[in-house]
């Protein structure tokens, strides 16, 4: 309402204001031209009760009896900046998501501290896709709110995050090096950046003599471990891995748990996502087990351990007989 008639200087100085809450109806008046040089106040026209906050000295600018400009700035205060808990990396509360009348994701809640390894457990159709989706920003949640890095907008934050998603995606005809320097630039790294550390990542994995080989070339796991190369050659804060042993052998999944490691050592914060509790008892430090959209377990992975009850399954050839002995006092079935 104001903007059309402002000094090129006022709308500068409008820039990072928001509206201040405490300002009360009718509470405005317009400030003369004479009082703000020292002399005898124009007649209140309402209430005296705002100025805008810390600019002040946009008084001495009135050039005219009255200058109607205050009544539309005065009700602004200089934005606050958000107030950051660095321990945690990411935060989520009460998320939600619905696709249509399915609720796939039903008040999820997570704290990730900073610097850790924290694993996402649960089977598949569980929500663990759905739930990393949303605090990445892919898709937005239907419910609750995300914190990532300081962020409010995860997308914000997208050029300090590595991502390697449950679908595999790698052009064949591009050369190994070339497709982890092209995943760098689409975080902002420059290509030429991008292939000198490529050439590096690709020789310290076992990979250097495949670097200019198209990916067509490579094995499933060989393929996958230069996606994940292209996951951290910006050097991320964060790191997202959905479902990243899926596919690799005995040793590949061993390679990939040291580059984990190695990159916590760094300071880097790493979230995966599992069926296999196996992964998440060798590498992590804190779990969320999510079971039909909902956070059943959130805490360290002994504590998760000892929550378990074992189950066995048994059968027999007859009803009865000296194999009930074996079943420990207690158990139910």
């Keep these: 309402m104001m903007g059309a008639g402002l000094h090129p200087a006022h709308r500068a100085v409008m820039t990072g204001l928001e509206p201040a809450t405490e300002i009360e109806p009718r509470g405005f008046r317009l400030i003369g031209a004479r ?3 020292g002399g005898k106040a124009d ?3 309402f209430r005296s009760y705002c100025f805008l906050k810390g600019w002040g000295f946009m008084h001495l600018r009135a050039c ?5 400009i205050f009544v539309g700035i005065s009700v602004l205060r200089q934005a606050q900046p958000e107030r950051i808990d660095e321990r945690f990396a990411v935060q989520a509360i009460d998320l ?10 039903d008040g999820v809640s997570l704290e990730v ?8 457990l649960g089977p598949n159709g569980a929500g663990k896709t759905t739930t990393l989706r949303m605090l990445l920003g892919i898709i937005d949640p239907s419910g609750g709110t995300r914190l990532v890095l300081g962020r409010n907008r995860p997308l914000d934050a997208a050029p300090e995050i590595g991502y390697l998603p449950e679908e595999r995606g790698l052009y064949p005809s591009m050369y190994a090096r070339e497709a982890v320097a092209f995943m760098g630039a689409l975080r902002g790294l420059p290509i030429a950046e991008g292939r000198r550390r490529a050439d590096a990542l690709l020789a310290e994995h076992g990979l250097g003599d495949w670097a200019k080989k198209p990916i067509r070339t490579l094995s499933k796991g060989m393929a996958q471990i230069v996606q994940l190369l292209g996951t951290i050659i910006h050097k991320p804060r964060l790191i997202v891995l959905d479902e990243p042993f899926a596919g690799l052998d005995a ?3 061993a390679k990939l748990e040291e580059l984990i490691r190695r990159e916590t050592r760094n300071g880097v914060t790493v979230i995966f996502s599992t069926h296999v509790i196996a992964h998440a008892e060798r590498l992590c430090e804190h779990i969320a087990i999510i079971a039909k959209g909902k956070v059943a377990f959130d805490g360290r992975v002994d504590e998760a351990r000892a929550q378990l009850r074992s189950i066995v399954r048994l059968r027999t050839r007859a009803s009865d007989g000296p194999w009930r002995a074996a079943i420990p006092a207690g158990a139910r079935r």
């Design 113 to 120: 501290p900073t610097g850790s390894i924290y694993g996402l």
């Design 251 to 253: 040793i590949n999944q």
């Design 96 to 105: 939600v998501k619905d696709f249509g009348d399915m609720r796939a994701v």
């Design 35 to 37: 009082e703000t040089a």
């Design 43 to 45: 007649p209140p026209c």
């Design 64 to 68: 005219t009896p009255r200058a109607p």
